[in-house]
Nanobody, 127 residues
Framework: QVQLVESGGGLVQAGGSLRLSCVASGRTINNYGMGWFRQSPGKEREFVAAISWSGGWTDYADSVKGRFAIPRDNAKSTVYLQMSSLTPEDTAVYYC????????????????????WGQGTQVTVSS
């Protein structure tokens, strides 16, 4: 497994932007897809965004399409979640995750496809 550490969360007003970072260590992520999930109190952890190992493919939850982006920088072992036009509904703990298998080309929206998780970073959007 790889160790993942998220940062960049915080309190932001509705309409604002934040950029989350996820730094990996212990194993290269260059050959692994990466994802972001989020969890609000009383709700299941839900898929937010994913990027393939090559960076050539991305996927987003319908609720964040057009507002969020998930670039990666393999040289820095880092994946980002760029969030804009934030709403109170985006308030959650955001988790970074690394795919279970290298060169995976299946469904990145499934939690079972990931075997490494960060500790999470809190994002709070005020109205």
């Amino acid at each position: 497994q790889v160790q993942l550490v998220e940062s960049g969360g915080g309190l932001v007003q509705a309409g604002g932007s934040l950029r989350l970072s996820c730094v990996a260590s212990g194993r290269t992520i260059n050959n692994y897809g990466m994802g972001w999930f989020r969890q609000s109190p009383g709700k299941e952890r839900e898929f937010v965004a994913a990027i393939s190992w090559s960076g050539g493919w991305t996927d987003y939850a319908d609720s964040v399409k057009g507002r969020f982006a998930i670039p990666r920088d393999n040289a820095k072992s880092t994946v980002y979640l760029q969030m804009s036009s934030l709403t109170p509904e985006d308030t959650a703990v955001y988790y970074c995750s690394a795919a279970r298998h290298a060169y995976y080309s299946g469904n990145y929206t499934l939690r079972a496809m990931y075997d490494s998780w960060g500790q999470g970073t809190q994002v709070t959007v005020s109205s």
